[in-house]
């Protein structure tokens, strides 16, 4: 199970670093799901980018991995209207079907990231075999 867990840090980690990334490279997609509501909607897009990149630095990196998978839930946590907006108003981006029940099936994903980055709050417990006989004591 620990080098499940391992493997799927490393894919979570690559996961936020690449979406980061992409804040940086292409902010556009993510400027236009912004809510109205919100100021600076490229600054934000600017800032939750940096931290996705951290976040997924920080979960490969033992001595912070747990304090960076808090982060993520947080950022996981506030970006979330920016998903529902996109639902709500079906605002369509290029490289992602234009079918509105699709926007709606992508919120419940923001669970699932939580639930995983939520698993690296965890402290690593090692397996341990068991005898089958009573301990004593």
Same mark, same amino acid.
Request: charged letters at 5%.
């Given at each position: 199970?620990?080098?499940? #867990?391992? *493997?799927? #840090? %490393?894919?979570?980690?690559? *996961? ?15 400027? #236009? ?19 996705? %990149? ?21 950022? *996981? ?6 998903? %529902? ?10 490289? %992602?079907?234009?079918?509105?029940? @699709?926007?709606?099936?992508? @919120?419940? @994903? ?28």
């Amino acid at each position: 199970m620990n080098k499940l #867990k391992g *493997f799927l #840090k %490393i894919m979570l980690a690559i *996961f936020v670093m690449t979406a980061g990334v992409l804040h940086f490279a292409t902010p556009d997609p993510f400027v #236009k799901i912004v809510p109205s509501y919100l100021p600076s909607p490229l600054m934000l897009v600017y800032v939750s980018g940096f931290f996705e %990149i951290l976040g997924g630095v920080g979960l490969l990196m033992p001595l912070v991995s747990q304090a960076a998978a808090w982060g993520l839930i947080a950022l *996981f946590i506030a970006v979330f209207p920016a998903n %529902i907006n996109m639902a709500v108003n079906q605002i369509h981006l290029d490289g %992602i079907p234009d079918i509105p029940w @699709l926007y709606w099936a992508r @919120l419940p @994903l923001q669970a699932v990231l939580i639930a995983w980055a939520w698993w690296y709050t965890q402290p690593s417990v090692p397996v341990q075999q068991s005898s089958g006989l009573p301990s004593e004591g």
